[in-house]
């Protein structure tokens, strides 16, 4: 059962646009969301997260918008610039410490922006 | 800066083979993980530890097992790898005091092949 859902395997984007990634989940229990993103042979590097009490946090580049009531969030990134070329990862807590700290992942996004 | 290392990079064994993936972390981090990455499965917990001792069972567990003897240092065993254990294994850690952001940070991977 996939508790958090990234719908679009793939997204292509011209540099300077807006990139929008999408996720969803089906967990209510999830309090705290974040974004990864993961270049070919390097690990996951954080990206941005919010909690469950806000509906935008903003980053430089990077906004997530978390709708609770659709279990829904979003990660655009404006302009849109060619090393953002990666696989975007959307993640989900219900908790801060011990063993609700554990991540749920989505099946992730790749992004590629286009010159 | 948080640096989590893991043992290998590439990784060929064979089946039936007991294979040992360490990881290490420089950060006094309580908690760590073990993940796999598959394409168009994401990333999935096996293990992860909350204390030194302190092992809890993530999403797939089947096949593995893990061992936390000192607070820096995550081992994933794989005690007969079989050929559907080839994939990209991920460690992260995070910490556990408060105000922190339920960061987790990622080690470099090691890819794993089992002919």
């Known amino acids: 059962d996939q508790q958090v859902k990234q719908n679009s395997p793939s997204l292509s984007v011209q540099e300077g646009r807006i990139s929008i990634l999408n996720c969803d989940y089906t967990n209510s229990m999830f309090d705290y969301f974040l974004w990864y993103k993961k270049y070919p042979a390097e690990g996951p590097t954080f990206l941005i997260s919010?909690?469950?009490?806000?509906d935008k946090n903003e980053d430089g580049r990077f906004t997530v918008f978390l709708n609770k009531s659709a279990k829904h969030l979003s990660l655009h990134i404006v302009p849109s610039q060619p090393g953002d070329s990666a696989v975007y990862f959307c993640?989900?807590?219900?908790?801060?410490?011990?063993?609700?700290?554990?991540?749920?992942f989505g099946t992730g996004t790749r992004l590629q922006v286009t010159l | 800066d948080v640096k989590v290392t893991q043992s290998s990079r590439y990784l060929v064994k064979r089946t039936g083979e007991k294979v040992f993936l360490e990881c290490v972390q420089d950060?006094?981090?309580?908690?760590m993980f073990w993940y796999r990455q598959d394409p168009g499965l994401g990333l999935r917990l096996i293990y992860f530890?909350?204390?030194?001792?302190?092992?809890e069972k993530g999403d797939i567990p089947e096949g593995y097992s893990v061992s936390r003897e000192k607070k820096e240092r995550f081992s994933l065993i794989l005690e007969s790898a079989s050929t559907n254990q080839t994939s990209m294994y991920l460690c992260a850690s995070r910490g556990d005091w408060p105000g922190v952001t339920d960061t987790q940070y990622f080690g470099p991977g090691t890819r794993l092949t089992v002919l």
């Open positions: 950060m006094d981090h309580e908690n």
């Open positions: 919010i909690s469950s009490i806000k």
């Open positions: 530890s909350y204390d030194v001792k302190m092992k």
């Open positions: 993640a989900a807590s219900g908790g801060v410490t011990g063993t609700a700290s554990k991540l749920t």
